[in-house]
């Protein structure tokens, strides 16, 4: 037994576990290089560590000189062992550093056991005086008894030493468990900002050394820049100090902090949680994990709870919403919130996904016929989207179908920006008091117009509609629009005569006769009434295209009744070729009817 506890010091004994190290080196260098064993490093280096810890400083010496030359020929870019990228050579350094550790430990170690060995040889030579002492003082009984005693105090030994072995392994697995419920995991020292960086690996139940730096607070911010989403990067940096985390574990015994993490350049709700290690003030555990679904299910429910209460609060001021939709214009995913009972009776869903499918499914049993064609050509999510970027808002007009009845109704959407990105916010409003007291006005306005544009005693248009058509054609004209028109003007001839010898009745019997007879020839063209005894016609279209035919046949029917003593007029007509204004138009033409008055004059 001695001599296996000296054998480190044995140069005989040194030489061969130096050969034997050498040789399972380099069998296990050939294994892991033949057949590309990944991360080889792991095995050489366990490999390193029972050599030193079995065999002494030198085999470890041997096996640490020949997995640093393997890991040098291994990360060279050109297998010269002296060009590297800059990755591979932190790498060597890594491995460097940690043979020198495992030296360092393995010496602390060594020195240790030397110590506890020394400690147990002296108490060994010690029990054996004791015990030849004991030997020639005691009897066998008492021997007996302190054997008893002292194998019962070894088991007692042993079995608190299993218990804490259990117990470590519990302790463990615990922490495994705990950890694998984390994104990132970080070892930090607070007086060196050194820190080691392990990831999650639930598939071997471990943790996963990623790296080992320093100026952790510094890297952080500049990995910040990158990662952490912009609206979030401020309040991040401002927060994550040293001192903000330092005071917040001294006053409440944990740091913690949500924001935005980049992931597949989605914004991904994280928690940072900082705990300082038990009896260990200088060192600290920093975890990141994923609380995205969770967040995004308390914004949901927030924001449902929101749109009610503003929903509410519009019903307040307007009773005649009579239904409110959100709409995620992504996902098509829909709430709906109605007051009314019109549309809490038509049955439609109140949330769902697809909405914009839904409600064409919807319309066909809620809309009014007539409008579906239109309805179903302009709600669709690219042209209210176009709209809505257009003009601001999106709008329609239609009617909805409601205890076999119709009802108006305007649908308008607005897209809105909420914390979870944009939403269309759609309002359907009962407008059908609204339509009916407009198109009431509307016709009401209309027989206004048509009274105060129509002449009383003929019924055709009177001046002020011929002022308003002449205003049209002169815009026309001023815009250089292509037209073609003709102005007929017409007076009654012997209205003078027949009011002074036959009264006004007979007068306006004329009148009308005159007019009859003018209407008749121009079916086609308003006829206006623009004075006392003196009508014009607008001629367009058709009569244009027949001007001439018309003003013939006038002329015929003019001479037969003139020949019966009956209703008969003087008439002129001109063209539109270019004039600057109807007014000069209309003059060629009363210049005509005044030469063709003199004509029948005789």
């Known amino acids: 037994m001695k001599r296996f506890e000296n054998s480190e010091n044995d140069p005989k004994n040194n030489l061969i576990m130096a050969v034997l190290s050498a040789l399972v080196m380099g069998l296990l260098i050939y294994l892991v290089y033949h057949f590309n064993v990944p991360n080889p ?27 640093l030359l393997y890991s040098m020929f291994f990360f060279s870019t050109d297998g010269s062992f002296f060009r590297y990228t800059e990755v591979n050579l932190q790498k060597i350094l890594v491995i460097v550093f940690g043979i020198a550790v495992n030296f360092i430990v393995v010496f602390i170690l060594k020195k240790n056991q030397d110590a506890a060995r020394q400690e147990l040889q002296d108490t060994n ?47 463990n697995h615990i922490a495994q468990a705990l950890a694998s ?112 679904k969770q967040i995004r299910q308390e914004e949901a429910a927030e924001r449902i709870k929101e749109e009610r209460t503003i929903y509410s609060r519009i019903q307040a001021l307007t009773r005649n ?16 919130y109605s007051g009314s009972k019109i549309y809490d009776e038509l049955g439609f869903k109140k949330k769902g996904e697809n909405f914009f499918a839904q409600v064409l499914i919807d319309m066909k049993k809620s809309i009014h016929p007539q409008d579906q064609p239109r309805f179903r050509e302009l709600f669709t999510k690219e042209n209210i989207l176009r709209e809505i970027e257009t003009n601001g808002i999106f709008s329609i007009d239609y009617r909805l179908i409601f205890d076999r009845k119709f009802i108006y109704v305007s649908l308008n959407a607005a897209l809105v920006d909420e914390q979870d990105g944009k939403h269309l916010i759609i309002g359907v409003n009962n407008i059908d008091a ?36 002449e205003e049209e054609l002169n815009e026309q004209i001023r815009t250089n629009q292509e037209i073609r028109f003709a102005v007929c003007v017409f007076d009654v001839n012997d209205l003078k005569p027949v009011n002074d010898t036959q009264g006004h009745k007979a ?82 033409a009363d210049q005509m009817m005044y030469r063709n008055k003199r004509e029948q004059k005789g």
């Open 507 to 588: 007068g306006d019997d004329l009148l009308k006769k005159a007019c009859s007879m003018i209407c008749l020839t121009f079916a086609h063209s308003p006829v206006f009434r623009i004075g006392g005894d003196e009508f014009a016609v607008i001629s367009r279209g058709h009569d244009y295209e027949h001007i001439d035919e018309l003003m013939a046949e006038m002329d015929q029917t003019n001479q037969k009744n003139r020949e019966n003593g009956e209703a008969n007029v003087a008439m002129g007509m001109a063209r539109y070729e270019g004039e600057s204004s109807v007014s000069e138009v209309f003059e060629k």
């Open 434 to 469: 609204q339509v009916k007291r407009d198109r009431e006005y509307e016709q009401n306005l209309n027989e206004a117009k048509i009274r105060a544009n129509r002449d009383e005693l003929t019924g055709v248009k009177n001046k002020r509609a011929y002022a308003e058509l």
């Open 41 to 67: 490093n792991m095995i050489l280096i366990t490999a390193m560590v029972f050599f030193t810890g079995f065999g002494g400083p030198v085999p470890g010496a041997v096996s640490a000189v020949m997995m």
């Open 181 to 292: 419920d984390y994104t990132f995991i970080y070892y930090l020292d607070l007086e060196t900002d050194e820190f080691t960086e392990y990831i999650p690996d639930p598939a071997h139940n471990e943790l996963t050394f990623v790296r080992f730096e320093s100026d952790f607070f510094t890297k952080s911010y500049k990995d910040a820049k990158k990662m952490i989403y912009e609206k979030d990067l401020k309040d991040f940096i401002a927060a994550f100090t040293k001192e903000n985390i330092l005071r917040e574990l001294d006053y409440q015994g944990r740091f913690s902090l949500n924001y935005r993490l980049m992931i597949n350049d989605v914004p991904t709700y994280v928690n940072m949680k900082v705990i300082r290690m038990n009896g260990d003030s200088r060192h600290i555990v920093i975890g990141v994990r994923d609380i995205d």
């Open 321 to 336: 919403y009579i239904a409110i939709y959100t709409v995620d214009p992504e996902s098509g995913h829909y709430q709906e």
């Open 125 to 171: 030579e010690y029990l054996t005086l004791a015990n030849k002492q004991l030997s020639d003082k005691a009897d066998a009984a008492v021997k007996f008894a302190e054997l008893e005693k002292m194998k019962n105090e070894t088991n007692i030994i042993r079995k608190a030493y299993e218990e804490a072995k259990t117990e470590s392994l519990t302790y």
